[in-house]
Every structure is written in structure tokens, then in C-alpha cells.
């Protein structure tokens, strides 16, 4: 199977973590990095909103100033996203453009690379499938949302897995008006998205919801996974990106 280094489960601040896809990104175009998958955690949580959203018309950065909530833009589009240190992992993979598992089709390149998520809850005994644009979905309801961007020559994408789902800190971190939130508007949330723990109805650990990722890209993309870890050059870009974009006001605030 092709090679590819693993980033085991880390854990890094919202502006680390995109810095550090990015940094990636760098290094593969420059010939320095082989494809990469990462798994990582968001701590303190962080609401992540697509790149060409604006923060201030879809966050409550209020109330996420007095909650310590990190906010940041991706370079990826979709919408804005609550990343909860508790409830969730994420993954990034990056490899370069012309890829086998990055076809020029936009579409058929979500339908491949998720089809690791939909093989990860497979081995947690859950029934997954995927729905287009950007959705791995089990009995009808999300469980997984993911994004994609192509550029410096390489193809990145991310998304989450539900471990858990707080709906009433979800909206009171987006901006929806208070009194628009009813009962009702968060159970219709409940309705259309879902989370592990709740369908195996069992608290399942992080670890273990990282261990079926792993195994679940690495047999759906038919990869193998070698730890290793971000190179000096990549950690120091990482670090450049991450004082000079990802945690500046004229980045995530700009629009």
C-alpha cells in the first residue's frame, strides 16, 4: 500500500492547527513532505467559519471572549463549525494536486477521502454513509461535515466526527438572536444531526474514536499510515503562520 505519514492525536490551540495544515501544505509542494494525515483536538474549543464567511455575521464573539472560545478562519469555505475539545476529532489530509485520492472532480474526491470516516464508525459498529456535497451521514442524520481547499499545488481536507453534540452552547456561539431559540428550533438540530455516543448510546472515548480513524483511513484509501511527526521547517512555518495570519484580526475578522 502507498505510504503515508501519520500525525498521531494531538492536541494544539485553533490557531495552531490551521497553521500547522497549511505548513503542511508547503512542505509537500516544496517536495519535503510525503501525503499526510493528522488527527487532532481543538483546546481551549474554537468555533472554526469558512473562509469567505464573515465572523462577525455568523459568531457571538462576545460570548466567546467571556467563554474563553478561540475563533478563527479557515482557508477552506463551508460554514462555521464548533469545535468542542470534548466532542469531537478531527483529521486533515493533504496530498498533491493530480493524486489519486484527489480527483479533479471536487465531488467524487469528498466521496473518496470520506470514505475513511464512513469506514472508521464502520469498525464502532455504526452504519455510515455519504451525502453529497460534504456529509458522512447515519441514519439520515450528519455526523461528520468536512471541507476541502486546493492550493500551493496540493489538495487539503478536514472535517470533523461527532463524538458528542451540545446544541445549546452550538447556538449560543453562533449567531442566532436569542429569541429565536426555542425548544423547537433545538430539537429540529437534534433531528438532523447526531453523534457517536448517542448512537451506540455508550461513552465512548477519544482514543477510541481516534484508533477507528486511523484504521478506517488506512483500509478505505488503502494506505499505510507511518507515525512520524512535523519536520523543524514545518513546525517553524507553522509558527510564522500562526503569529503572522491565523491568530491576527485582519484574518479573521476581515470580512
Known amino acids: 500500500m502507498e505510504e503515508f505519514r501519520f500525525l498521531e492525536l494531538c492536541v494544539h490551540n485553533a490557531y495552531e492547527n490551521m497553521a500547522v495544515d497549511e505548513a503542511i501544505t508547503l512542505a509537500i509542494k516544496e517536495g519535503k513532505a510525503p501525503p499526510t494525515l493528522r488527527l487532532y483536538r481543538w483546546r481551549p474549543s474554537a468555533v472554526s467559519i469558512g473562509t469567505f464567511q464573515g465572523m462577525t455575521d455568523e459568531v457571538d464573539l462576545k460570548y466567546c471572549r467571556l467563554n474563553k472560545i478561540d475563533y478563527i478562519r479557515r482557508i477552506t469555505g463551508g460554514g462555521a463549525v464548533y469545535h468542542d475539545f470534548e466532542g469531537e476529532v478531527t483529521y486533515s489530509l493533504i496530498v498533491p494536486k493530480g493524486h489519486r485520492l ?17 469506514e472508521a464508525l464502520k469498525q464502532m459498529k455504526i452504519k455510515a454513509k455519504f451525502r453529497p456535497i460534504n456529509d458522512v451521514v447515519t441514519g439520515g442524520k450528519k455526523i461528520s461535515g ?12 478536514h472535517g470533523t466526527t461527532l463524538l458528542d453534540l451540545d446544541v445549546e452552547v452550538m447556538f449560543s456561539i453562533l449567531k ?7 425548544d ?19 461513552h465512548v472515548e477519544v482514543d477510541e474514536l481516534g484508533k477507528a480513524l486511523e484504521v478506517g483511513f488506512s483500509k478505505a484509501l488503502k494506505i499505510d499510515l507511518i507515525p512520524g511527526a512535523l519536520m ?15 491568530s491576527t484580526t485582519k484574518w479573521n475578522l476581515s470580512r
Open 184 to 202: 423547537k428550533m433545538i430539537q429540529d438540530v437534534k433531528k438532523s444531526v447526531t453523534s457517536i455516543r448517542e448512537v451506540l448510546g455508550r
Open 102 to 118: 484527489a480527483p479533479s472532480n471536487i465531488l467524487k474526491s469528498y466521496k473518496i477521502i470520506c470514505g475513511g470516516i464512513i
Open 146 to 157: 468536512n471541507a476541502q481547499t486546493r492550493r500551493n499545488s496540493c489538495v487539503l481536507q
Open 232 to 246: 523543524a521547517q514545518e513546525w517553524a512555518d507553522a509558527q510564522r503562520l500562526m503569529k503572522e495570519k491565523y
Open 176 to 182: 442566532v438572536p436569542k429569541e429565536k431559540i426555542s
